[in-house]
C-alpha cells in the first residue's frame, strides 16, 4: 500500500488521458453493468464525480438512482469536517448490508476521505467489504483497477502521484454552465484544513489546455464557466504563468460568462481586480473566505492576513468592481477563541455587509496542527456563537437581496425550480439564485427577469425578455 509521503517532493509530469483506447475491451466486461455515484463534497468533489461518471459510462455502466440495483457503488467522499465523514460511514453500513449474499456488487471508496492514511488503515482492518479505494489524483485509474477488481476479487488501493493528467473527460451535469479545473492542490496549511493532505501540492495545468478546453465548452453551447482551484488565484505560481493572466485568456474566448472559485486574500492582486474589472463577461461575484475577523485567530490559523488587510482588500473590490457581490467562509470555536475574538469576527461582518457566508463550528481533523491546540470553549457555546452569526450574515444577506426588488437583472436559466415546478430558477451575475415566472423555452438562455420578492437566499421575479445582445 501506498500512502501519501507530504516530505517528498516529487517531480511533477503531465500526461493525456488515454481511457478511450480502452473502452473496446473493457465495455465487454461492464455491458449490462449498473453504477450508483453518490458526491459528498465541494465544487471540487463535484467536478471529480462528473470525471468519475465519465469513466463508468465510458465503460458500459448505465446510471441506477437506486443503490440496491447497483453492481458498483461509488462513494466520492470529503474529509472537512467530521459531519461529512459521518455521513459516509452510515451509508457504508448500509451498502454492508446490501452485498452480503451479492458477489457483483462492488464498493469504490473514492474522494477525499481515500487520502487520509488514519482512515484508510481503519478501512482495511474494520470494513473489509470495500472493493477498491482510490484517491483524489488517480481517478484515471478508475477503469483499470475496476477491471482487475472484478476478474480478481482483490481490494485494490490508490497510489499517490502528483501527476497531471491533461484531457480528462467529463460528464457534465449541466449543459449550460461548466467547471473548469485550472490547479490541483493547496500550499497554504490552513491549521484546521485536511485539503493539503487530501489534495496534494499546488499543481497548475497548462494554460494551453485550460483555453482549449474552454473554446471546446463554448462551441458545443455553454454559456458560463467556473474555474476551480482550492486557490484558484495561486494559479500558475509553479509553471511561470499567473490567474490574472489566465482570467484575461479566458474572457477573451468570448464565452457568455466567467466565474472562479475558491480565491484566497492573501493570492489577490490588483492585476486580477484590472482584469476582472475590464471584462464584461467576468462575472462581478468574488467568493473571499475570512475565516475569522480576530488577528490572534487569523495567525494560529496560519491564514497569512490581519483584519486590517482582509477590509483592505474588500473595499478595493468594491471600490472596482461596480456592483459585485462578496461572500464568504467564517469558523466559530477555533481553539483559543474568547468572546472578544469572536467579536472580530462579528465586527468584520457588521462592516463588510457580505452577500452571503458559509459559517461552520470547528471541527478538528486527525493529522492538522489545529487538531492538537488546546480548546476550552464548551460546544454548546460554540454553538450559540454559529447562532449568533448566523443570524447577522442572514440579516445582511436579505438586506443585500433587498436593494434587487423592482429592478431588472440578467439570469442564465438552468431548469425547473425545486420550489416551485411552474417556475425555472437561475442565477444572476452576483451569483444570486431566482426562481422566475416564465416559459420554460427560457432554459438554456441569459434573459432579464424583473425581481419580485426578496429573502434571505432566493429572489423571486418575472421574465421580462431575452438578453439582446450590444
Ligand atoms: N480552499 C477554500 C475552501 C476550503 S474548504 C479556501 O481556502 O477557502 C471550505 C471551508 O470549510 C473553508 O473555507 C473553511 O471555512 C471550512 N473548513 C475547513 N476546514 C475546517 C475545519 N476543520 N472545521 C471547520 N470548518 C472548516
Ligand atoms: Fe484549506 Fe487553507 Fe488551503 Fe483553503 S487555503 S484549502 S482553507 S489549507
Ligand atoms: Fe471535502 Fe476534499 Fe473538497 S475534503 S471540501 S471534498 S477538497
Not at 295 to 319: A, G, Q, V, W
Not at 416 to 440: A, I, R
Request: one cysteine or more; glycine letters at 6%; hydrophobic letters at 35%.
Amino acid at each position: 500500500m501506498h500512502l501519501p509521503d507530504l516530505n517528498v517532493a516529487k517531480d511533477r509530469t503531465s500526461k493525456e488521458n488515454v481511457y478511450l483506447d480502452l473502452n473496446e475491451n473493457y465495455q465487454k466486461v461492464f455491458k449490462d453493468k449498473k453504477y450508483f455515484l453518490r458526491t459528498y463534497g465541494c465544487q471540487m468533489n463535484v467536478h471529480d464525480s462528473e470525471a468519475i461518471r465519465s469513466y463508468l459510462e465510458a465503460l458500459g455502466f448505465t446510471n441506477t438512482e437506486k443503490v440496491e440495483e447497483a453492481n458498483v457503488v461509488v462513494l466520492n467522499t470529503c474529509a472537512i469536517r467530521e459531519n461529512a465523514r459521518d455521513k459516509v460511514v452510515g451509508f457504508l453500513g448500509k451498502c454492508h448490508y446490501l452485498k452480503k449474499n451479492r458477489d457483483d456488487f462492488k464498493i469504490v471508496l473514492a474522494g477525499c476521505m481515500s487520502e487520509q492514511p488514519d482512515f484508510i488503515e481503519s478501512i482495511l482492518a474494520k470494513h473489509k467489504y470495500i472493493d477498491i479505494v482510490i484517491g483524489t489524483h488517480n481517478i484515471h485509474e478508475l477503469p483499470k483497477l475496476l477491471l482487475e477488481n472484478f476478474s480478481k476479487q482483490t481490494i485494490e488501493v490508490y497510489s499517490n502521484s502528483d501527476e497531471i493528467i491533461e484531457g480528462m473527460h467529463y460528464e457534465r451535469d449541466s449543459k449550460y454552465t461548466a467547471w473548469v479545473n485550472i490547479m490541483y492542490g493547496c500550499d497554504k496549511f490552513c491549521t484546521y484544513c485536511i485539503v493539503p493532505y487530501t489534495r496534494g501540492r499546488e499543481r497548475s495545468r497548462k494554460l494551453e489546455s485550460i483555453i482549449k478546453e474552454v473554446e471546446e465548452l463554448k462551441d458545443k453551447g455553454y454559456l458560463e464557466v467556473t474555474l476551480l482551484g482550492q486557490n484558484v488565484n495561486a494559479y500558475g505560481q509553479d509553471i511561470g504563468e499567473s490567474f490574472s493572466h489566465l482570467l484575461e485568456c479566458v474572457a477573451k474566448t468570448g464565452i457568455k460568462r466567467v466565474r472562479f472559485v475558491t480565491s484566497h486574500p492573501w493570492n489577490f492582486t490588483d492585476g486580477m481586480l484590472e482584469v476582472i474589472s475590464k471584462y464584461d463577461n467576468i462575472m462581478p461575484y468574488i467568493h473571499l473566505p475570512l475565516q475569522s475577523g480576530s488577528d490572534k485567530i487569523l495567525k494560529r490559523m496560519n491564514r497569512r492576513y490581519t483584519k486590517e488587510e482582509y477590509l483592505t482588500l474588500f473595499r478595493k473590490m468594491k471600490k472596482m468592481i461596480p456592483n459585485v457581490a462578496i461572500t464568504t467562509d467564517i469558523i466559530v470555536g477555533f481553539p483559543g477563541e474568547t468572546k472578544e475574538d469572536f467579536e472580530d469576527t462579528l465586527d468584520v461582518v457588521k462592516t463588510c455587509e457580505f452577500d452571503g457566508a458559509y459559517t461552520f463550528i470547528f471541527s478538528p481533523r486527525v493529522g492538522t496542527p489545529a487538531a492538537l491546540m488546546e480548546d476550552k470553549t464548551p460546544l454548546k457555546e460554540k454553538e450559540e456563537r454559529l447562532q449568533e452569526l448566523n443570524t447577522l450574515v442572514n440579516y445582511y444577506s436579505n438586506k443585500s437581496n433587498q436593494k434587487l426588488l423592482g429592478k431588472t437583472v440578467e439570469v442564465l436559466v438552468l431548469g425547473d425550480s425545486e420550489k416551485d415546478e411552474s417556475k425555472v430558477y437561475g442565477y444572476t451575475d452576483t451569483m444570486k439564485l431566482v426562481n422566475v415566472s416564465g416559459p420554460k423555452d427560457i432554459i438554456g438562455k441569459i434573459v432579464s427577469v424583473k425581481i419580485t420578492d426578496a429573502k434571505s437566499f432566493s429572489l423571486d421575479g418575472e421574465y421580462v425578455k431575452e438578453k439582446i445582445e450590444a
